[in-house]
């Protein structure tokens, strides 16, 4: 057994250990209180196990071992229903960033490791109404303020935002400038004077994604994260940061083996559905894909032991997966006939068909649009042509809203 294999079944059994404190049938019936207080204790059990920040510094209180070790643990984690959602944007995208970014080092410190225990949760404030694909069309705006920064503008689709500490934000410090300049990176304090978070409901039910308004909120020079008028590229360099996730062919959504369960218990015309030819076709194509999707993750996965940089073919991973799911989804609910109108919020998605074609939709959407995968399938492997770009080079504030 190899060093990653022997690192899967450590894994594996710890994560076992604790699934009857943590796991789903453990939280069920929970308040959202209840459940985060469980969260925070399962976050804090997986720092004082050496599962948390796998791939992080050391001295930030990771593990110092590689981006596969951690790929590793979140493949064998996302089979037990853990209450990992809170600390998704957490852990995934700012932590990192302050991490690489603070000035102030030892601030850092405290506040990486305050985040690995659990006792800190930071949000991502990139989005807005008028910027989500095109980031760079934002319009918050940070204006210079004595020896700081004044923060004015709204913030949406913020996750976990009603929950967070510390977020960290992109704003323009100058709208003369051409869109992608003039843009500067900060933390903010979310308990700050002036900041406004307001939740909203997503169709599946939950309230997770929040809009986020800013009042004249003060930030002093030292809350910057990138050079002023460099926030673009900086916030470009986090994405990179933390790029290494693990992928689900089954878009996060039931597995197949699933399906064909249902189509055998299932019927069509008098007979189990799973002897209908266009039903067998369909698990056939899904198989095949989804075949397809983990033979490009284990080659991105041999690519990493290797030392080597895995392709952007991972971008097809989510197009296609969580497209499969919708439309599985989609197609088991009308198996189950007037079962599929039974609906209960708090089902988990890996094992509720109807929890699964809900929030398949946002899927679609966050963490980079359909579209907008598709243009990184076609421009960076398929080399063809790069997308028009009217405002190219206009200053933001020519650029007809
Ligand atoms: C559940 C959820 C959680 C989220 N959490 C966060 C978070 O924590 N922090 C955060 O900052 N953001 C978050 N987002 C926002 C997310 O990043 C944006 O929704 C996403 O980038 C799309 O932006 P938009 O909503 O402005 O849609 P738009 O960019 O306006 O897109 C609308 C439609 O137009 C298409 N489109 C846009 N540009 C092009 C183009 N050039 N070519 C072809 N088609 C195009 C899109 O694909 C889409 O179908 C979250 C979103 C969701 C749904």
């Known amino acids: 057994m190899n060093d990653l294999d022997a690192y899967r079944e450590k894994a ?26 469980t969260a925070r204790a399962y976050q804090r059990a997986k720092f004082d196990a050496g599962f948390a920040g796998i791939n992080w510094d050391p001295e930030f209180g990771g593990q110092g071992l590689t981006p596969l070790h951690k790929v590793i643990f979140e493949q064998e984690e996302m089979t037990f229903a853990m209450p990992n959602g809170y600390y998704g944007v957490s852990l995934g995208i700012s932590v990192p960033v302050v991490m690489r970014f603070a000035q102030d080092r030892e601030w850092a410190r405290e506040r990486v490791i305050a985040a690995l225990k659990g006792e800190e949760i930071w949000c991502q404030l990139f989005s807005e109404p008028s910027g989500g694909s095109d980031l760079a069309g934002i319009r918050t705006k940070a204006e210079p303020d004595g020896n700081g920064w004044k923060l004015n503008g709204q913030k949406l689709w913020t996750t976990w935002a009603q929950r967070s500490d510390y977020g960290v934000i992109i704003a323009r410090n100058d709208p003369n400038l051409p869109k992608h300049k003039g843009l500067t990176f900060f933390w903010v304090d979310m308990h700050a004077p002036g900041v406004t978070v307001r939740p909203f409901r997503l169709a599946a039910g939950d309230s997770h994604v929040n809009e986020v308004f800013f009042d004249d909120v003060k930030l002093t020079d030292g809350q910057r994260f990138s050079p002023v008028g460099e926030g673009f590229k900086t916030a470009m360099a986090t994405l990179m940061i933390e790029r290494y996730t693990a992928s689900d062919p089954a878009g996060f959504g039931p597995p197949l083996d699933h399906f064909v369960e249902l189509a055998r218990e ?81 089902a988990w998605l890996k094992e509720d068909w109807v929890a699964s074609w809900l929030s398949a939709p946002t899927m679609r959407i966050a963490g980079g649009a359909d579209e907008m995968l598709l243009n990184t399938i076609a421009e960076k492997i398929l080399g063809l042509p790069q997308d028009h770009r009217p405002d190219k080079g206009i200053p933001f504030n020519q650029i007809p809203a």
Do not use: H
């Not at 594996?12 to 207080?37: C, I």
């Open 266 to 346: 299932c019927e069509m015309g008098g007979r189990p559905a799973i002897e209908d030819g266009r039903i067998r076709s369909i698990i056939a194509r899904t198989y095949a894909m989804r075949s397809g999707l983990e033979a490009i993750t284990t080659r991105a996965m041999r690519m990493m032991e290797a030392g080597m940089e895995p392709g952007p073919e991972g971008s097809l991973n989510k197009l296609v997966s969580v497209r499969s799911r919708q439309k599985l989804s989609e197609l088991a609910i009308d198996l189950m006939g007037s079962l599929g109108l039974a609906w209960d919020q708090d």
């Open 12 to 37: 594996r059994a710890w994560l076992e250990s604790v699934a009857p404190t943590f796991g789903k049938q453990a939280r069920e019936g929970m308040s959202e209180d209840e459940d985060l207080a």
